[in-house]
């Protein structure tokens, strides 16, 4: 632990040579204390041979623009804030949005505000099997198409000109990747939520291997999929594994974004690897470490679960309908041995049956 620093505030990232192969960079910090907050000692400068950003990207809301927001006087807020639903008890709130958190926010206010009224911009689509029982089960859930604006006095239109009168506004937009510290020279940039241009959502061409990214990815699996790559720019730092010519990275960056743009695919889903092509994830950790691959019974799993949740939004996780192999499988899981038990306890004593949650 002697050469790891913690609680620096990063405050600046440049580079400090030039080449790319060769790159080294500029690190601007100061120390903070972690119990208030507050910055203890004077600015440093560092220069480091490589820099690894990995500050995540569920901090920094997204908001939309729509008319009439600024000048709306009552509650908005982004769902980054949002914490218990008692604060809007027999309110009327709008949730912008239709994505997975304007739908756990919505069944969370369920029975304690007066109406729920979720917005998207395609009902058709929305309007999902889950959907459909959410809004059978509660008669205080509404799903609306996108707000047109946003009147002073409190009023919401939506795009088919009906209209509610609001006590809150809750933007349930998601969240926009921010790295302030860091300049790259105009060499990375962030562009409708896309970061790029990257090399398997990692390496920038330009300024690989001394700079990369962890973590831009959506919707893939954390912590795993994080780990294996820090494994990949581990290898690649200490010479382990070679990256591909700066040109051919970059044109596979390119050829990457212009498949997801043939494929009707936002450029603000460029990152979203698990929602748009699950075994993306899977190929990326065979290909670049050794990670031992996902077992079958376990990628079964992945997709039944996403399955069900499309299906039943409120009830997925009581459910009873695995197969057969996820069964042993989770049932050879819960019999593993587990390096934490104390010595004097046999590993048999913490091999359970499996039980599907009816039999709980």
């Known amino acids: 632990m002697e050469l790891v620093w913690l609680n620096p505030k990063v405050v600046r990232v440049a580079m400090a040579g030039e080449g790319c192969r060769d790159m080294r960079w500029l690190v601007r910090s100061v120390r903070i ?8 000692a004077a600015v440093e400068e560092e220069v480091f041979d490589a820099v690894v950003v990995a500050n995540g990207h569920y901090s920094q809301p997204r908001l ?13 807020l982004h769902s980054h804030s949002y914490r218990v639903p008692d604060t809007f008890r027999d309110e009327v709130v709008v949730l912008i949005g239709c994505g997975d958190s304007a739908m756990d926010i919505a069944l969370d206010l369920c029975g304690v505000a007066k109406a729920v009224n979720l917005t998207a911009k395609s009902v058709e689509q929305a309007m999902t099997p889950a959907m459909s029982k959410m809004l059978a089960n509660h008669a205080e859930l509404h799903l609306n198409p996108q707000i047109d604006f946003l009147c002073e006095d409190g009023t919401v239109q939506f795009a088919d000109g009906t209209r509610v009168i ?7 937009t998601g969240y926009t990747y921010s790295f302030p510290f860091l300049d790259t020279g105009g060499l990375v940039t962030v562009q409708d939520n896309r970061v790029g241009p990257l090399f398997e959502h990692t390496f920038p ?20 999929f994080f780990e294996a790559q820090g494994i990949w720019i581990a290898r690649v730092l200490s010479g382990r594994s070679a990256l591909p010519p700066a040109d051919e990275m970059l044109r596979a960056a390119e050829e990457y974004c212009r498949a997801r743009e043939a494929a009707g695919v936002p450029a603000k889903y460029t990152h979203d690897i698990g929602g748009v092509n699950p075994n993306e994830t899977y190929e990326f950790v065979a290909k670049y470490t050794d990670l031992p691959p996902r077992e079958e019974w376990k990628r079964e799993l992945v997709r039944a679960i996403l399955r069900d949740i499309t299906e039943d939004r409120e009830n997925f996780r009581d459910l009873d309908n695995d197969s057969e192999s996820v069964r042993e499988g989770v049932q050879r899981w819960l019999c593993l041995p587990d390096a934490t038990v104390p010595g004097d306890v046999a590993s048999s004593q913490v091999c359970m049956p499996f039980q599907a949650p009816s039999q709980l």
């Open 205 to 224: 061409p330009a300024l690989a291997p001394s700079l990369s990214f962890v973590g831009v990815q959506m919707k893939t699996f954390v912590p795993w």
């Open 33 to 40: 204390e972690p119990d208030s907050g507050e910055e203890v």
């Open 166 to 172: 609001a006590d809150a506004v809750i933007y349930c």
């Open 64 to 76: 939309p623009s729509i008319p009439g927001m600024e000048k709306w006087r009552r509650r908005q």
